[in-house]
């Protein structure tokens, strides 16, 4: 058996550790001294440089349904914090630095988290959601994301409704696993967010039209099985456009995917057997 780490022993140890992390990301902001977007306008920037609609109450396997309904009353209480923030040149945008520690007293409620690989829940439980439209967006865009995290490697739950490539979402825990863009251009940038209904609803605006458009596909996708496992494979690829001339110019892989599947996959789904030899 392998010896346990501090932070498994117990709940207490498992929080010292959360609040040493959370210390030390505070520590290395400023000592870093990193210029944080923080301006926020009520008018929008005039150009749309991207826009999506993320739905908010999703059946996501056994996961109980009133988590989905606190998870809403989540993301109304973060978006405020975001909506109509300028992202100016040499600024970078941190989730965290905006929305701050998600606690019972600002009125968070518990939703869905993930926990050691496994779906949970915690105060202010969900905003992976909002760092995942953020996400989506920005990689439309010419900004340049410098922290982002990923749930190791797992596909946590069957798909539902889904409407960009797997692989393409964020983790974030305050506030050591952060998730962070920078903008390296000259132009200005601003997010736009509400929850509208059923949906969070984002929009990317700037102050000019980009010289590019981007393009955000999944290759290679298939799942397979090895020792009894079943993964989900694939490639994400981000395609650069030049709007003078519709031409492609550059292709980039941004992912590859190879999550272990932490549900029952339906009879329907073709499952590819690897080499156990390999």
């Known amino acids: ?10 709940p207490f140890t498992y929080r010292l550790s959360m609040e040493k992390e959370i210390l030390k990301r ?56 975001i909506d109509g923030l300028l992202i100016r040149p040499g600024e970078t945008f941190s989730i965290w630095k905006l929305v701050g520690r998600t606690t019972k007293r600002k009125g968070y409620k518990e939703g869905l988290t993930i926990a050691k690989g496994q779906p949970s829940q915690g105060i202010g439980g969900g905003m ?16 340049t994301i410098t922290e982002h995290h990923h749930h190791d490697g797992l596909d946590l739950f069957p798909d539902f409704g889904r409407q960009i490539p797997f692989g393409t979402g964020t983790s974030i825990s305050y506030n050591y696993l952060d998730y962070r863009f920078r903008n390296n251009t000259s132009n200005t940038y601003q997010l736009c967010l509400k929850v509208d209904g059923e949906y969070l609803c984002g929009e990317l605006r700037a102050q000019e039209a980009q010289p590019h458009t981007f393009h ?11 020792d009894g496992i079943v993964y989900r494979n694939g490639e994400v690829y981000r395609d650069t456009i030049d709007v003078a001339t519709g031409q492609r110019v550059d292709s980039q892989l941004i992912r590859t995917n190879h999550a272990k599947v932490m549900y029952e996959c339906p009879s329907t789904v073709e499952i590819r057997e690897e080499d156990v030899s390999l």
Not at 1 to 10: G, I, N
Not at 216 to 226: D, G, T, W, Y
């Open 1 to 10: 058996m392998s010896r346990k780490l501090f932070c498994e022993l117990c």
């Open 26 to 81: 505070r520590l290395k902001d400023l000592h870093q001294r990193i210029p944080f977007a923080r301006q926020r306008v009520e008018k929008p920037l005039p150009v749309v440089v991207y826009r999506h609609n993320s739905l908010i109450r999703r059946r996501l396997g056994n996961v109980n349904m009133q988590l989905q309904e606190n998870k809403a009353t989540n993301l109304t209480l973060a978006v405020k914090h």
């Open 128 to 143: 992976c959601q909002l760092s995942n439209l953020i996400h989506w967006m920005v990689l439309h865009s010419e900004l």
């Open 216 to 226: 955000i596909h999944a290759e290679n996708e298939f799942f397979s099985r090895k």
